[in-house]
């Protein structure tokens, strides 16, 4: 196998039988940065689960074809699904600094989050994805995390089954997440909430809390929201007891 730093992603729909077309971007990667030869193994994932060891079989100018050598399935992926609501970022980057960092970490699912305290609409929906899939090919894992439309509170709250439901807040009386690790060492799928820079106004904390949302602490300090969405993601895939080996 060539060494390679990260997976390659191709749509479900490159995967034919035994045989996967790559895409002209990944081809591009393979040919002009990798120089990859015939005979050379990669890794590609389909962003639905699947994991596949290839053998290239031919390189061309706008198309690399090769051969399935093994299947995996989930490889990489949490027993967990967790989403994340995320108040919407006056700087974009920021947002997009959360949105890779969080699937590294193993996030099911990202919902913008429209609350009062948010600028209108601050989401550029491709260049996120991009960014989703640049961060799925680099982290190893196989599933692509749902990016939902921009949403009201109220919304995500009504559209989300989750058996544990947090909302982070940075008031000093909360009790600390760690609190929850109990219900979160079972749960299988997960809701956290994160204001946006100006935080979460009282009559949003008070709707979430009558939908079943503990409000948490992430902590003494005041964090920025980015970091916050971070770092409680981190601490609902650290509660888990056992998670699925890498490959
Ligand atoms: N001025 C805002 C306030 O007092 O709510 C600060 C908001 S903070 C920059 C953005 C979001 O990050 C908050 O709404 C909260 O969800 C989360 N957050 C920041 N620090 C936190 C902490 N120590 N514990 C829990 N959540 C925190």
């Known amino acids: 196998m060539l060494n390679m730093t990260t997976n390659f992603y191709v749509p479900p729909s490159a995967v034919r039988g035994q045989r996967v077309v790559l895409p002209e971007e990944e081809t591009h990667h393979l040919q002009s940065v990798l120089r990859a030869q015939a005979g050379d193994e990669i890794v590609v994932v389909d962003g639905e689960g699947g994991w596949h060891r290839l053998r290239i079989d031919h390189l061309g100018s706008d198309q690399v074809v090769g051969t399935i050598q093994e299947t995996r399935q989930d490889v990489g ?58 961060a799925l090919k680099q982290c190893r894992r196989s599933r692509l995390p749902a990016l939902a439309e ?11 089954a989750a058996d544990v439901r947090l909302l982070c807040d940075g008031a000093p009386d909360r009790p600390p997440l760690s609190q929850a690790v109990g219900e979160l060492e079972a749960a299988a799928q997960v809701l956290v909430l994160v204001g946006p820079e100006g ?49």
């Open 77 to 134: 992926e949490p027993d967990v699904h967790v989403t994340v609501g995320m108040g919407l970022l006056t700087k974009r980057s920021r947002f997009e600094t959360f949105v890779e960092k969080a699937v590294e970490l193993g996030v099911g699912r990202i919902v913008p989050l429209h609350t009062r305290h948010t600028e209108p609409e601050t989401l550029r929906r491709e260049r996120v994805r991009n960014v989703m899939i640049a």
């Open 150 to 160: 921009p949403q009201s509170l109220d919304a995500v709250l009504d559209a989300t």
């Open 199 to 247: 935080g979460f106004a009282p009559k949003e904390v008070e709707g979430a809390e009558a939908a079943g949302c503990t409000p948490v602490s992430l902590g003494p300090r005041r964090l920025r929201a980015e970091t916050a969405g971070l770092a409680a993601v981190n601490a609902v895939m650290l509660s888990r007891a056992r998670q699925q080996g890498a490959a």
